[in-house]
T-cell receptor, first 111, second 117 residues
């Protein structure tokens, strides 16, 4: 079975601070990796995804994530957050036949 | 991008009644649709996968007679919670994919908040 673990439940930071959200997964085979964001009152949206190739993936809104196979990790980063980045962030993995989500990390950016 | 809608966004019902939730892909044809359930402060849990014109595939522990899924067309899937009880209260989210296989990008609906009294 596959599982996803997100390290932080709630992160609070100030504008212009750097953000890194941890994500680890457990699955022995080839995986596809995703980060989704859910802004308050809105749908889940895809931030970025990794299928193959360059393990450093760039997504929308200045986000990027790095796949480190040896560590089973896919951490999300943004060098300088804005107030509008306040949202819930979900890491998801597809290694078997379904998409498995982490519990999510609430990010609150203070102006 | 592709848009998925759900209706209703919020429903309150009495225990023992049935509730139907619709999931529509508005600007694309969805070969596969997925139904998830989300408890407060927890992740989305896949309930079932449905392909147009065939029976849904349910995850282990999900009662197929309790959660009836119909995917009659390439733009519509419905989830019916039969004989709902308070423990069925939850946030139900659907997603749709252009092709079969969840490795393809899924587009998510806004969710339906079900409260069973």
């Amino acid at each position: 079975a596959q599982s996803v673990s997100q390290h932080n439940h709630h992160v609070i930071l100030s504008e212009a601070a750097s953000l890194e959200l941890g994500c680890n997964y457990s699955y022995g085979g080839t995986v596809n990796l995703f980060w989704y964001v859910q802004y308050p009152g809105q749908h889940l949206q895809l931030l970025l995804k990794y299928f193959s190739g360059d393990p450093l993936v760039k997504g929308i809104k200045g986000f990027e994530a790095e796949f480190i196979k040896s560590k089973f990790s896919f951490n999300l980063r943004k060098p300088s957050v804005q107030w509008s980045d306040t949202a819930e962030y979900f890491c998801a993995v597809n290694g078997y036949y379904k998409l498995s989500f982490g519990a999510g990390t609430t990010v609150t950016v203070r102006a | 991008g592709a848009v998925v809608s759900q209706h209703p966004s919020r429903v309150i019902c009495k225990s023992g009644t049935s509730v139907k939730i619709e999931c529509r892909s508005l600007d694309f044809q969805a070969t596969t649709m997925f139904w998830y359930r989300q408890f407060p402060k927890q992740s989305l849990m896949l309930m079932a996968t449905s392909n147009e014109g065939s029976k849904a595939t349910y995850e282990q522990g999900v009662e197929k007679d309790k959660f009836l899924i119909n995917h009659a067309s390439l733009t519509l899937s419905t989830l019916t919670v039969t004989s709902a009880h308070p423990e069925d209260s939850s946030f139900y989210i659907c997603s749709a994919s252009l092709s079969s296989g969840s490795y393809n990008e899924q587009f998510f609906g806004p969710g339906t908040r079900l409260t069973v009294l």
